[in-house]
């Protein structure tokens, strides 16, 4: 009986003092804070293919984007911001590393089979995050490649991927919604894999005898108008061909949902450490096939729709972020991979619906153009009591520099290569950006001082498919862009001494 007694009293006291450690470990922590405050977490949500004019905020007005035009009111929009690149890989490419795609061969739009195109020795975005002890996470678009060089073998653990390069988690959509295998991957393995009907890819021959858009369009509920003909998946034909895996395919109407939920998970389980979450979206890409939720809803076929889908996810990861008491101390990034296409191969009504609708809003060209419209992109930042509400800024930023900027911010160590920290200019403290800026499509160019030189290149003057021009010419161009934003005018044997300085600067870049 005593015996009880005083182990209670040992556990009563037990228990206070071990309530008293924890008050004290309030207190230092507390005194920690003041000295210095918690890390931002960081989420970066790149949609895909979406142009500078797609968004309400930028001046779209035959579609609106009320939870995205919400980041602009609450955080700040940049007029003259880029992706590095005219597409999605080397984009991604360039923004993950810090270091140009242009620099390094095969990292060209990547085949749904291709190996990891970084070298798992590179640090990335993610690592700096990783340096800082943050949790880090990728959901969504990948198209970097997976697994060694020849290529992953679908039906194990596919490795080397977002892991190595310092990615604690990740969901992804392999290569694109248009590219096999239709299948997700979480943590390095397909999802609802039935080892008895195993993956397999090709990209050179049919495999197996599943039915391609080309043998068999009766089949079809979206048709291609160009490529795009290859294994049938959920009534779409894609490019590549895929057998097996039945269980493990994707239906594209769910993706937005599936691929919106993961992001959420990743934030609701890391809401009391600080993490990084590369949130990124299939839409607006094709196939173009948005839930019921949304389809027909825009009046402007599924391009519109899937631009309502998009700012729909958005708005789901901006509640999870204020239901999770975090909007707070949470920077929030919105931008594009590339510019915009309207037909991008499939018959989706996109051009016969556009409406009057300018998805490159007042720029030249599209997605793959070496004019503006193809790395010129819209980008908000949210950071409440750091960034100024309903500021816009002329800073000239690219995506290549996130990597700088947050190790700067969070004072780490990487490798910068190509990247420059411009975190003043991205926190709105400095109107100032880059000195300089290079934009990559099938040729390069660079502005600096509101002049752009594009490279003479080879190639057809419009890329006949998409209808979108090149900005490819033989000869050299220079455009004037502060007072010619739709590049009409070249200016190239009006001001031969800054076509030379341009010229001159970018051979230096590419030396570099
Ligand atoms: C093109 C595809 C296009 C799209 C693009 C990559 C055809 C005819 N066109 O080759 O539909 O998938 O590649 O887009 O196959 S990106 O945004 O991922 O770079
Ligand atoms: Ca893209």
Known sequence: QNFKFYSCCALLVAVILAGCGKTQKTEE??????SKPKQPNVVLIYADDLGYGDVSAYGATKVSTPNIDKIANNGM??????ATSATCTPSRYSMLTGRYAWRKRGTGVARGNAGLI??????????????????????????????????????????????QLDFDYSFLIPATGDRVPCVYLENDRVVDLDPADPIQVSYKEKIGDEPTGKENPELLKMKPSHGHDMTIVNGISRIGYMTGGKAARWVDEDMADVITHKAKKFLTENKDNPFFLFFSTHDIHVPRVPHSR??????????????LQLDWCVGEVMNTLEELGLSENTIVIFT???GPVVDDGYEDEAVEKLNGHTPAGPLRGGKYSAFDAGTRIPMLIQWPGTIQKGKVTD?????????????SLLKVEVDAYDSENLLDALTGKTATGREYLIEHSGTLGIIKDGWKYIEPSKGPKVFAYVDIE???TEEPQLYNLNEDMGEEKNLAAEHPEKLEELKTLLEEVKNQ
């Open 294 to 307: 949304f389809a027909g809803k825009s009046g402007m076929g599924p391009r519109g729709d899937a631009i």
């Open 395 to 407: 800073a000239m930023t690219s995506q290549i520099d996130f990597k700088a900027s947050f190790a």
């Open 470 to 472: 090149s900005g490819y």
């Open 77 to 82: 929009r940049f007029t003259n911001a880029h």
């Open 29 to 34: 922590s507390t005194t920690e804070t003041a």
């Open 336 to 338: 594009s991979d590339n």
């Open 118 to 163: 970084i070298d798992t020795a590179r640090t990335t975005l993610a690592t700096v995050f990783k340096k800082a002890d943050y949790a880090t996470g990728v959901v969504g678009k990948w198209h970097l490649g997976l697994g060694p060089q020849e290529g992953p073998d679908w039906n194990g653990e596919i490795t080397p991927g977002p892991k």
